[in-house]
């Protein structure tokens, strides 16, 4: 029932952008916090950013000023913009969802950033 489909990870140069989307269905989005998460290899989930069903957002140290969270216009969408990135960014993404006592991830997709 509960889906959540990401897209938009890739490989990109040190200082470049991407944005991920994650599009979740089978939710009710004024009632989930959405996140993102992220795990390089040999490394543990490291959460990244997260946002509250009311608006607040807050993010991991080493991505301040770089990240930003963000729901749609229209339909259950989070995105994740990340501008500046780093070759320490590398890592697949996970979209996350927090909603009826439940955690649900999406597939992951890697992002890779090179020097």
């Known amino acids: 029932q509960v889906q959540l489909v990401e897209s938009g990870g890739g490989l990109v140069q040190a200082g470049g952008s991407l944005r991920l989307s994650c599009a979740a269905s089978g939710i009710i989005f004024s009632i989930t916090t959405m996140a993102w998460y992220r795990q390089a290899p040999g490394n543990q989930r490291e959460l990244v950013a997260f946002?509250?069903?009311?608006?607040?957002?807050k993010y991991t140290d080493s991505v301040k000023g770089r990240f930003t969270i963000s729901r749609g216009n229209a339909g259950n969408t989070v995105y994740l913009q990340m501008n500046s990135l780093k070759p320490e960014d590398t890592a697949v993404y996970y979209c996350n969802a927090k909603y009826g006592a439940a955690d649900y991830w999406g597939q992951g997709t890697q992002v890779t950033v090179s020097s």
């Open positions: 946002r509250t069903s009311g608006g607040s957002t």
